[in-house]
């Protein structure tokens, strides 16, 4: 269903700018450097679940600084923090030079896991639903950011996603029987 509205308003957004630039300005855009085709709808698609992931990532380490009971789950948030805004730096960047929109925020689910972690604060259940909140949300970024790599057409968001997964996959492992269940 979201990747039935992202192409309808990306279609939206297409046809508007031919309005604007008229039919007389066809030829300049089929003779210049810029290509619609340029960003994929995967390349999209791993920009704007990127962003909101590392927005989500953000915001429930964030949370987990003061919420955790442990020193591991806290150091680990810390890393999460740091790490997940370089990558998101990366992201808006690449987004901005290639025209992608990203959403200014998390999906609605993404909210709702938030707030069901807050509602342990402060408790022993907090830290393991925190960690296995996490890990889904590691493993399914990888496999996007793999078949990105496999498959996705932008070189500069190829970049991007080989850039980030090592990142993902670290972060995956502390979180799956890693540092803090020992």
Not at 63 to 77: E, H, L, N
């Amino acid at each position: 269903m979201y990747t039935t509205r992202a192409r309808a308003r990306t279609a939206a957004v297409c046809a508007a700018t031919l309005c604007v630039m008229g039919a007389a300005s066809l030829p300049a855009l089929a003779s210049s450097s810029f290509s619609p085709s340029a960003v994929s709808t995967l390349d999209s698609q791993l920009l704007t679940a990127a962003h909101q992931g590392n927005l989500w990532e953000i915001s429930t380490s964030q949370q987990a600084q003061s919420a955790a009971t442990t020193a591991c789950v806290k150091r680990v948030a810390a890393d999460f923090i740091r790490d997940h805004r370089t990558l998101d730096a990366g992201v808006v960047k690449t987004a901005e030079k290639l025209g992608v929109a990203l959403p200014s925020g998390q999906t609605s689910a993404q909210l709702r896991q938030t707030a069901d972690l807050k509602s342990l604060a402060g408790t022993p259940a907090y830290d393991a639903a925190w960690l296995k909140a996490q890990y889904p949300a590691h493993v399914q970024t990888l496999a996007l950011i793999d078949k990105e790599i496999a498959s996705g057409t932008n070189p500069l968001v190829k970049s991007l996603a080989k850039t980030a997964r090592p990142v993902v996959a670290r972060h995956t492992q502390m979180v799956d029987q890693g540092v803090c269940h020992a």
